[in-house]
């Protein structure tokens, strides 16, 4: 209850006001007010005009929409190359900061004009503005550009990087001069909105974005493990239109979405300088495809009493892909007669009905029905025939995968006494899986293409139990556990993979029969007022079954989480916030290990045992040193590390390699800021923000910790992942602000 | 003006504001009856028919109050606009404390942490008028199921709502999601605390879609922006076609490009060939193109098997098969 702190309060800033502004008028015009003392102590009305403007001018502060632009200077005082790949700052040096949130409102009309720019002295900006007449008609136009800059050194003697044509540094005299080369991408978002009320409850949506995605993207030629670069300018448009009803009782929402994608290039030819055309070489890589994809859908709500609710989702969907194959026109690399383009197309269709429900005052229910289908409808065709015979690896057609998934979930919730409610569920889906029985020999038979076993159905049932407790204003919290089983049909067997047989020993990660077990605790404590706590703890635990005809792949794994969060409030003017996680993560997986594939005599097993540990912390800090200052404190840490434990049933077979060492990667962020309120209406700000980033990642070294070279005569490029990043950044802003 | 003038006048004007000051005070105290509601008629501030409200409530509240004349809410020009009560309730017991109780009841529909009215009577007001378009399927939602309040996301009173804003979204989509904060901090992730992704890129945490996502899938979710992946291939990848985070952990890993496991443990999670794909994982002594010693360092697997999400190759080899063109 505030009503004589208001009263109190207008009343005493328009007493303040009035004695400043009477002041000033005093001063201003003292014949006036020297003449007629009296007029001021018998018309108490006139006084308390500019009283009643103060008010005004008050409530007008409080109630319409701020308006600031900032403009200042940052600078980092060396490169992040690790941080800095998307904030448009890798680089050290000065960086100019400006920001805009320009929001005006016309009060009579309800229309809003907005202009907000953010990082508009930064790759990373945006800029995006909006008429809207709330509840009529609306625009918006916003620009977007998010940059991602490649975090390693990579010294190349690679040409013609960025075009759809590479040539690698040959050997000896043809090696190339190296340099250091730059690798990143932009993606340039344009997006155009448009909203119209066409009656009461009745809306119209537009939406189209363009976006521009140009660079360069490492990658590697294909068969021989040599550098290479992707250029992957493409456009890709999506246009949404709804149409939305919101009544009562019925919603409906429903409309067209298609989405393009257009790529600069269809594929890229890789030369080794000095060595001949010949059957390898060049080496054509394929790029992505142009596709598209067109989306009717129909959302609907219905309220049949106040207490039980229907909804449902319906969907088509087709995608198709049928550009030309750019590489058919190359000739004597295509097999004869081949197809040209794909006829790529996939249709998806979605069914969902639902219906939520209170049946009693204590108890709400909410089932689910879903079907989700995709269907690959790609003709099958031969691209790959080297022999009529069609041994294994011999022939390949193109495999269409299908999809069918129904889903049905039915959940509970009884509200018990006390504040506590029990919720129970149940979740099954079953799925139709497309297995591709490769008519690569020409009359089905043994499947002499997937090298993989794969299963026609999965199914899995999922069930859930929750105690929670909930409108305390000490205690919250909820305690549940999870249970879910999954398995299928008789794997269907692949034996085309190197060496037959091995290929399907295996039970894919994603199919294979898996029980899982969750338990999940989150506790709200507010011992004081001013003073909370948020515990959490997260276990879960896979355990996947196998048998003796397919003893590989993952058997187990587990990860848990462990948070706690606290905040106290010190005053009104100062305000503590920190936390602490730490999540696990274990994987044991078993494989083979063949002669062939480095190991010696014949098949052997290895097992190996994946950990992760990432501990985190934070703290936050914010508070008024006084009326115009305001401070803050940011600290961040964060720390993986990362374990590979492998053993091999032979040991010492290595054949030169080094068992992989432990990763760890180190992150600090300590930001301070300070604003100094310089007037009414502008402050200033000062942002101070240190950063440290290490790691020992081997993923381009060699075992002695040199940097990743590719090739061994040719090629030549290394790669160095830049280890350590330490750098400060200090900036200054002034900030004005309006209405 | 001489001193004993301006002494004068300044006098008069302190007599006058100390006077104005007391009789207002005076005034407003009187206006209470002796159940604290006022009996002179006060102005509505920023709604219609907030003054029942404003006149004892401000933006001294630990809950600022008039802001919400800053938002969309307080656009009173757009008929929609809701009142104070047509979320909190028409609230009479507070308002007019007919038992005249020292503290007094509760509005009827309060929200906030502490609040004790049931969730889903919280949510209600918000679905009067929101429950179309996205919201459809709200009650069906895992949020909704988990006695989430709109309130325990949107701060409907002020001007800048952090949910509502990708910048700081994530901050309140924290508060619950622990894990998902650690991971945003890993070396590979989306530019989540950049500002430029945000969770409600790819969740839309009012539907019922599975995980909550925006579209009807994950891979027609990830599409959205990664739309070179959707294929068809002439050359397929299955679990590309499938689920992408069957390999991509999208909240953030320690691995390049999201990867859930490094190369080569990911890939022998499903394939188990001889020769090769076989290879223990390992670091080898300097440079080398033995494809037996690739599989962990550098792109590992994909070294080779450079279009691992599916390839467009039409040449007439068996490589073109494997991804590698």
Redesign the interface.
């Known amino acids: 209850?505030?009503?004589?702190?208001?009263?109190?309060?207008l009343?005493?800033v328009s007493?303040a006001l009035?004695?400043a502004y009477?002041?000033a008028q005093?001063a201003d015009e003292?014949v006036q007010?020297?003449d007629e003392?009296v007029q001021?102590?018998d018309e108490?009305v006139q006084?308390?005009k500019p009283?009643q403007a103060a008010e005004d001018d008050e409530?007008t502060h409080?109630?319409?929409?701020?308006s600031s632009v900032s403009l200042g200077v940052g600078t980092w005082t060396r490169d992040r190359p690790?941080e800095g790949i998307?904030?448009g700052m890798r680089d050290s040096g000065a960086y100019g900061l400006l920001d805009a949130d320009v929001?005006k409102?016309?009060?009579?009309?309800?229309?809003?004009y907005t202009l907000t720019g953010?990082n508009l002295g930064l790759d990373?900006r945006e800029l995006m503005g909006e008429f809207l007449r709330?509840?009529d008609i609306g625009v918006s136009l916003e620009y977007?550009r998010?940059p991602?800059d490649n975090p390693f050194r990579i010294n190349t003697g690679l040409q013609g990087i960025g075009t759809a044509g590479l040539t690698v540094s040959g050997a000896g005299a043809n090696a190339f001069p190296f340099t250091d080369v730059t690798l990143g991408t932009t993606r340039d978002l344009t997006q155009l909105g448009f909203y119209k009320n066409l009656m009461p409850?009745l809306?119209f949506?537009m939406s189209f974005k363009n976006e521009e995605k140009k660079g360069t993207r490492?990658?590697?030629?294909?068969?021989?493990?040599e550098f290479?670069v992707e250029p992957?300018d493409?456009t890709?448009s999506?246009l949404e239109t709804?149409l939305?009803?919101?009544g009562e009782q019925l919603?409906l929402?429903g409309g067209y979405y298609g989405?393009?994608?257009n790529?600069a290039h269809?594929?890229v030819s890789i030369f080794t300088n000095g060595v001949a055309p010949s059957a390898t070489s060049p080496?054509?890589?394929?790029?992505?495809?142009d596709?598209q994809?067109h989306q009717l859908f129909l959302?609907?709500?219905y309220n049949f009493t106040s207490a039980t609710?229907g909804?449902f989702?319906l969907?088509y969907?087709r995608?198709t892909?049928n550009q030309h194959?750019?590489?058919?026109d190359i000739p004597g690399?295509?097999?004869p007669g081949?197809?040209i383009s794909?006829e790529?197309?996939?249709d998806?269709t979605?069914v969902?009905l639902?219906l939520?429900a209170r049946p009693i005052k204590n108890l709400?229910l909410?089932a689910?029905v879903r079907y989700?289908d995709?269907q690959?409808e790609?003709p099958v065709r031969r691209?790959?025939?080297?022999n009529p015979a069609c041994g294994s690896?011999?022939c390949?057609d193109?495999?269409?995968?299908s999809?069918t998934t129904l889903?049905g979930k039915l959940?509970g919730?009884y509200r018990l006494p006390a504040g506590y409610?029990l919720?129970g569920g149940i979740e099954q889906r079953y799925q139709d899986r497309t297995v591709p029985l490769s008519n690569a020999n020409g009359a089905g038979g043994a499947d002499t293409?997937r090298?993989?076993p794969?299963r026609a159905k999965v199914e899995e049932i999922t069930s859930r139990l929750e105690l929670?407790h909930?409108?305390s204003?000490t205690i919250n919290g909820?305690l549940a556990f999870l249970h879910s089983e999954r398995d299928g049909s008789e794997y269907v067997s692949a034996a085309a993979?190197?060496?037959?047989a091995?290929?399907d020993?295996?039970n894919?990660?994603?199919i294979a029969d898996r029980d899982r077990n969750k338990v999940r605790l989150?506790l709200d404590w507010a011992p004081m007022e001013n003073l909370s706590f948020?515990f959490?703890y997260?276990d879960a635990r896979d355990k996947y079954a196998h048998d003796a005809a397919r003893p590989?792949?993952?058997q187990d794994g587990s990860a848990q989480?462990y948070?706690v969060?606290g905040n106290y409030v010190v005053n009104d003017n100062w305000q503590i916030t920190a936390w602490y996680?730490r999540?696990t993560t274990e994987?044991f997986?078993l494989?083979?290990?063949?002669?062939?594939?480095?190991?010696t005599g014949g098949?052997t097993d290895?097992d190996?045992r994946?950990q992760?540990i990432?501990d985190?912390v934070g703290f936050g800090l914010r508070g008024s040193a006084s009326a115009k200052l305001r401070l803050g404190a940011d600290v961040?840490w964060?720390r993986?590390n990362?374990e590979?434990h492998?053993t091999?049933v032979t040991p010492g077979?290595?054949?030169?390699?080094?068992?992989?060492?432990d990763?760890k990667?180190t992150?600090t962020r300590v930001g301070l800021f300070g604003e100094y309120a310089l007037r009414k209406n502008s402050d200033v700000r000062v942002d101070l923000v240190h950063e440290r980033w290490q790691?020992d990642?081997?993923?381009?070294?060699?075992?002695?910790g040199?940097p990743?070279?590719?090739?061994?005569t040719t090629d030549g490029t290394t790669?160095n992942a830049n280890a350590k990043q330490n750098s400060t950044f200090v900036g200054v802003r002034y900030i004005y602000k309006f209405q | 003006?001489s001193p004993p003038?301006?002494l004068?006048?300044?006098l008069?004007?302190?007599?006058?504001?100390t006077?104005?000051?007391a009789l207002?005070?005076q005034s407003?105290?009187a206006a209470?009856d002796e159940n604290?509601a006022d009996k002179a008629p006060h102005q509505d501030?920023?709604l219609k028919g907030d003054a029942k409200c404003?006149?004892?409530?401000?933006?001294?509240?630990a809950y600022?109050v008039?802001?919400?004349?800053?938002t969309?809410h307080?656009?009173?020009?757009?008929?929609?606009t809701p009142t104070c009560t047509s979320c909190h309730g028409e609230s009479s017991a507070h308002i007019d404390n007919p038992a005249g109780t020292k503290v007094?009841p509760m509005v009827d529909r309060l929200f906030g942490k502490?609040?004790?009215t049931?969730?889903?009577s919280r949510n209600e007001a918000c679905l009067t008028?929101h429950?179309?378009?996205?919201r459809?399927?709200w009650?069906?939602s895992t949020h909704a199921?988990?006695?989430v309040a709109c309130t325990s996301c949107h701060q409907v009173h002020v001007?800048h709502d952090k949910v509502r804003d990708k910048?700081t979204q994530f901050e309140v989509c924290f508060?619950?999601h622990?894990?998902q904060?650690?991971?945003i901090?890993?070396?590979s992730h989306h530019?989540i605390k950049?500002?430029?992704?945000a969770c409600s890129s790819c969740h839309n945490p009012h539907g019922?879609n599975?995980k909550q996502l925006v579209k009807?899938?994950v891979n027609?979710t990830c599409?959205?922006c990664h739309?070179?992946?959707?294929?068809?291939?002439?050359?397929?990848h299955?679990?590309v076609?499938?689920?992408c985070t069957?390999c991509h952990n999208p909240h953030g890993s320690?691995i390049?490009n999201l990867l859930k496991?490094?190369p080569p443990?990911l890939c022998?999670?499903?394939?188990?060939?001889?020769?090769?794909?076989?290879?223990?994982?390992?670091?080898?002594?300097?440079?080398?193109?033995?494809?037996?010693?690739?599989g962990?360092?550098?792109?590992g697997c994909?070294?080779?098997?450079?279009?691992i999400?599916?390839?467009?190759?039409?040449?007439?080899?068996?490589?073109?098969?494997r991804f590698?063109?």
């Open positions: 209850m505030n009503r004589m702190k208001w009263v109190f309060r009343t005493a007493a009035l004695a009477g002041s005093a003292p007010a020297a003392p001021a102590a108490p006084a308390a009283a409530i409080l109630t319409e929409p701020e690790h998307f904030d929001v409102r016309n009060d009579a009309t309800g229309t809003w953010r990373s709330q509840g977007s998010i991602r409850g809306d949506n490492q990658w590697g030629r294909g068969s021989a493990p290479a992957i493409s890709t999506q709804t939305s009803y919101a919603q929402s989405s393009m994608y790529p269809g594929s080496t054509f890589l394929s790029l992505p495809l596709n994809a959302d609907g709500g609710r909804t989702k969907a969907t995608a892909q194959l750019p590489t058919a690399l295509s097999l081949g197809p794909l790529g197309e996939l998806t979605l969902q639902g939520s709400s909410v689910n989700h995709v690959d790609t691209f790959v025939q080297t690896g011999q390949v193109n495999t269409p995968f999809y889903t959940e919730t409610s919720t293409q090298v993989v794969m929670r909930s409108l204003e909820s993979g190197p060496g037959g091995p290929s020993l295996i894919p990660i994603h989150a948020q959490g997260e590989y792949g993952l989480l948070s969060d996680s999540d994987a997986q494989g083979s290990r063949a002669a062939n594939g480095g190991g098949l290895k190996s994946l992760d990432g985190s961040q964060t993986t990362s590979y492998q091999l077979t290595t054949s030169g390699l080094t068992p992989l060492p990763i990667n992150l790691t990642d081997w993923t381009w070294q060699f075992a002695d040199t990743f070279t590719y090739g061994t790669v | 003006m003038r301006y004068l006048a300044a008069l004007q302190s007599l006058v504001l006077l104005g000051v207002t005070a407003a105290m209470e604290g501030m920023v404003t006149r004892c409530h401000d933006e001294t509240e600022p008039l802001s919400i004349g800053k969309r307080g656009t009173v020009a757009d008929s929609r007094r502490k609040s004790t049931p969730v889903a008028c429950q179309g378009s996205k459809i399927g009650q069906s199921n988990r006695d001007a910048l508060t619950c622990k894990e904060r650690a991971q901090n890993r070396p530019p950049e500002g430029k992704v019922d599975p009807s899938s027609e599409f959205t739309m070179e992946k959707r294929g068809p291939f002439v050359h397929n299955q679990p076609t499938e689920d069957i320690t390049a496991a490094r443990f022998q999670q499903c394939h188990n060939h001889t020769s090769h794909p076989s290879q223990a994982s390992g670091l080898p002594a300097g440079r080398t193109t033995a494809t037996t010693q690739l962990s360092v550098g792109r994909l070294n080779c098997h450079t279009n999400h599916g390839g467009n190759s039409t040449e007439n080899r068996a490589t073109a098969g590698r063109r």
